[in-house]
């Protein structure tokens, strides 16, 4: 298996051979400079602490250690090339045609058409503007589905290797405003070999919304995790950086879509 | 019928008397509501017009969060999250009783989900339970105004700090009925302390400090979203005579602002916010993180008046500074000006304990002697200012050689030699205006140096005797 380093050179040089920049309607033939379908990496089992616990885990706050069996996750985000491929293929999640029960009136809207992207060098940068509904329909389509919240913040934890640059690199990204997307794999992987977590868009989660982040997260009613301006009961009241991503994850519902919102798929072990 | 004439009793009553009485916030809650109107919005310092309205109505806000880079400081850019595109958020003004229809609008190009805790909202978070919006989306909910007062607003988004640390507050007047006092100008001020990786003064786009804002040390503490948002052009403005109602909040994060206008007393605070009680004749007002007062007061002196957070090193070191600038004619009598400025020279103190030669000192036998032992007490004392050839220097000392003040008064000399001399003198035709100090000298010691000086430089080569200095000098101290 190449390095996701060298596969992230190799996109980049391709991309420069391609031309076409209007209405690019990808074949079968296309697949051979997309990044591999399967380009996943496969995470070892173990536990990592979770900022906030589940609802129906919310029981015993001593034991916050939460077990992560293995798992397979994509080592980039879905690119702009990969959704475009999958629309192709799924004509019921083009533009036009998505019900907009499963995402709403900003879905793909940075693309030019129904199969086009206006800018070539946006294909291999992370696909956005995409719901929760098309995000795991695309992750079915692939036999696969959305990372769980912790299997995604397991895979960002990467067994406590740089935790404080890691923090450091989510909070510079949210001290800039908005600017083009990047291509996939621009910086560094972490130890698992992943990359992208942070520093670049925020990214769906199979259960975004089952967390106990409520709308006001000082909420000191009746969920008995949160009191004292939504910190006490967290297991790191320091960390800004998760704070951001449990509301930001509680502020979606499934057919939102936003200008920095992605995703990339995970799938069992098994 | 009865009722009504009951309500206009009230409010002849009220125009004069302490019968006035301040609806309940129930009352509040069941005032009829007439009409629709949206809301204007203004960016600070500036306040939307006064309401003029006698009933209740529909106000609806729109107020867009947008994420931006702006000026913290010369040189220095921060990235901004705003209730209105600046710091601190749009000014919203309301009437006690209206219904508010808020929308909370996130932009989306904004990355972060945002939601809004107005304190002039009585319901859960302050709106922020029924705000909370990812980017690209629009929250819509509403509340009734139950309570008067000036009130600040704020994000509260999971991490609330860094949210108000990045700028995200405002303020919310819900006025009284009866309105509040008609006045030449109102203005807009909120202080807020922000938290950069660098130092202050680093330049460049400077990121949030986590560590800075948890530690809550400050490197910027501004007025209105950046140092010096409050001077030169843009410092708040007024006629001589005018009278001036400050707003003014405090968004926090963490610090609580020692509010002061240098060279002002506020003729009325209404502290924590509140329209109905006025305190008087206050000098510094503290304004807590999350709260906010209104200040009144009439500008009697033209000049430039410093706004500060008088918690100093804020405002000398980290921007909590600010300027209002009166206009018009000097009143001498309010306010003199600089009328003078002297050497102070305090009682006893001043006089300077002058060199002693020897221990034994020598007494003069003849005039002489007189003019020998002189010369060693000019050296030793006089010399500094006076020149060894008694000239003296133009403009600060004057000249002994050939004076006409020191030839016409031998009885003068002692005096201003023992005593000291201060003030305007007029020595061969030019003027000084300085000090000398008295000199702590025996009569033997006067009298020889001043004979020493009479028989040198083209003076007159009297002779001064320790008996005559013993009669006319000014006695010692001790």
């Keep these: ?270 | 019928m009865k009722k009504i004439s009951v309500g206009i009793v009230s409010v002849i009553l009220c125009a004069s008397t302490v019968f006035c009485r301040a609806s309940t916030s129930d009352e509040n809650l069941k005032e009829k509501i007439e009409g629709q109107e949206t809301a204007v919005l203004t960016d600070a310092p500036h306040l939307p017009p006064p309401i003029t309205r006698k009933h209740a109505t529909k106000v609806i806000v729109h107020l867009e969060v947008r994420e931006l880079e702006g000026r913290l400081a010369d040189g220095v850019k921060y990235t901004f999250w705003t209730f209105g595109g600046k710091v601190p958020g749009k000014f919203i003004r309301i009437r006690e009783g209206d219904l508010v229809e808020f929308h909370l609008d996130n932009h989306p190009d904004n990355k972060m989900p945002h939601n809004i805790d107005l304190h002039a909202v009585t319901g859960p978070g302050g709106g922020a339970a029924s705000s909370l919006t990812a980017p690209g989306h629009s929250s819509v909910f509403s509340f009734k105004a139950l309570n008067p007062g000036i009130f600040i607003y704020h994000c509260a988004t999971a991490p609330v700090a860094m949210h108000v640390a990045n700028g995200m507050y405002g303020m919310i007047l819900v006025e009284p009925k009866k309105g509040l006092s008609k006045v030449d100008h109102e203005y807009y001020v909120m202080q807020g302390d922000f938290y950069t990786k660098g130092a202050n003064g680093e330049q460049g786009l400077q990121p949030f400090s986590m560590s800075k804002a948890i530690d809550e040390k400050p490197e910027y503490v501004v007025f209105n979203g950046s140092a010096g948002s409050l001077l030169g052009e843009n410092a708040l403005q007024a006629k001589k005579g005018e009278t001036i109602r400050l707003f003014i909040g405090n968004g926090g994060p963490n610090l609580t602002s020692s509010f002061h206008v240098i060279g002002e007393i506020f003729d009325s605070v209404y502290q924590e916010g509140n329209t109905s009680t006025a305190v008087h004749n206050v000098q510094t007002t503290m304004i807590p993180a999350g709260g906010a007062a209104i200040a009144e007061f009439k500008v009697n002196v033209p000049g430039t008046f410093i706004l500060v957070d008088h918690s100093l090193t804020r405002a000398f070191n980290k921007g909590a500074i600010g300027q209002l600038k009166v206009t018009g004619d000097e009143d001498k009598l309010a306010y003199s000006g600089k009328i003078s400025d002297e050497v102070y020279m305090p009682e006893g103190t001043g006089i300077r304990v002058a060199d002693q030669a020897q221990s034994q000192v020598p007494t003069a036998k003849n005039k002489a002697e007189r003019i020998a032992l002189g010369e060693t007490i000019y050296t030793s004392n006089c010399i500094a200012c006076h020149q060894p050839t008694g000239v003296g220097i133009p403009q600060a000392f004057p000249p002994l050689a050939g004076s006409d003040f020191l030839n016409a008064d031998k009885i003068r000399a002692i005096k201003t030699v023992s005593g000291g001399l201060q003030g305007s003198v007029t020595v061969n035709n030019q003027e000084f205006n300085g000090v000398m100090p008295a000199w702590n000298l025996t009569d033997e010691e006067i009298a020889n140096v001043l004979t020493y000086i009479y028989n040198n430089w083209g003076n007159s080569k009297l002779e001064v005797t320790p008996e005559e200095v013993n009669e006319y000098r000014v006695p010692p101290s001790k």
């Design chain 1, 1 to 270: 298996m190449n390095t996701g380093c060298l596969q992230a050179n190799d996109r980049r040089i391709m991309n420069d051979r391609i031309v076409q920049l209007l209405l690019v309607l990808w074949t079968t033939a296309s697949t051979a400079f997309a990044a591999p379908v399967d380009d996943m990496v496969l995470l070892p089992g173990g536990a990592y602490t979770p900022l906030y616990l589940e609802n129906e885990k919310a029981v015993d706050l001593k034991d916050r250690s939460t077990p992560i069996e293995s798992f397979w996750l994509d080592r980039f985000p879905v690119t702009n090339r990969q959704y475009l491929e999958f629309v192709t293929k799924h004509p019921e999640w083009k533009r036009s045609q998505v019900k907009r029960l499963f995402a709403d009136t900003s879905y793909l809207q940075h693309w030019s058409g129904d199969s086009a992207i206006q800018q070539a060098n946006e294909l291999d940068s992370p696909v956005t503007n995409v719901s929760w509904f098309s995000a795991s329909a695309y992750c079915e389509s692939r036999g696969e589905r959305l990372p769980t919240t912790d299997e995604w913040e397991y895979a960002l934890a990467d067994n406590g290797r740089d935790a404080k640059e890691i923090q450091k690199h989510a909070l510079d990204w949210y001290a800039v405003p908005n600017a083009a997307l990047p291509n996939v794999g621009s910086g560094s992987a972490n130890g698992y070999g992943i990359y992208d977590l942070v520093g670049s868009i925020w990214e769906w989660t199979l259960d975004f919304n089952s967390f106990m982040a409520s709308s006001d997260p000082r909420d000191s009613g009746e969920k008995n995790l949160f009191c004292g301006g939504g910190s006490l009961n967290t297991s790191d009241p320091r960390d800004y950086a998760a704070f951001m991503r449990y509301s930001y994850r509680s502020s979606l519902l499934g057919s939102f879509t936003g200008k920095s919102l992605g995703f990339r798929c995970a799938k069992d072990a098994k």
